[in-house]
């Protein structure tokens, strides 16, 4: 969730001498948190705050910056993703079976041999099959190699069809993910 909000061009307070992803992780640990957890979705009381969704970006809102900068959906058609990256310079946050719990990566770029991808006027003007690389930001680091400590995490490189087959739901055009932008339109 920080390598989408800093990829869209969203600043990200945290305490002097606390890295942002860290301040997130305490802030999902609170009591607050928690109620919050079991009073909304009781059927997913148990879990970790920060395994449900809903509670992530509502904690990213409320809880770490106090306005509305992304919003969780269970189906976003996969060329809107795409296309706000082109248009608005903004980030999603998906999941996938990255790990074998599921894991959470940023996506921040693309590559496509579509020539007129940057004067498509909707989602709908982007060809998925023209789609080489989706680039991504992921704090563990790179998927490829097993997640290694030496291998940055950073714009990792996915094919379009391991991308497409790695995120839920899986090998379908809807996906699930948190779209973000810097005025909270959606």
Known sequence: MINALL???????APEGVQPEDHLAWLLSGEAVKKKLAAEYPDLAGRKPREVHAILSWAVNTLLLGRP???????????????????????????????????????????????????VPSPGG?????????????????????????QSGYE???TFREFWN?????????????????????
């Open 126 to 150: 982007i060809d998925l099959k023209m789609i080489r690389k989706v680039l991504v930001h992921d704090s563990w680091g790179d998927w490829h190699g097993g997640y290694r400590d030496s």
């Open 156 to 158: 990792v490189p996915f």
């Open 69 to 119: 900068v992304t919003t969780f959906s269970l189906s976003v058609d996969f060329r809107e993703i795409l296309f706000r990256i082109l248009r608005n310079r903004a980030a999603s946050v998906m999941t996938g079976k990255f790990t074998p719990g599921g894991h959470l990566v940023a996506v921040v770029g693309l590559e496509t041999d579509q020539d007129d991808i940057e004067a």
């Open 166 to 186: 790695l995120t839920r739901e899986y090998d379908s055009a809807r996906k699930w993910a948190h779209l973000f932008d810097r005025d909270g339109r959606f």
């Open 7 to 13: 990829a869209t061009g969203i600043d990200v307070p």
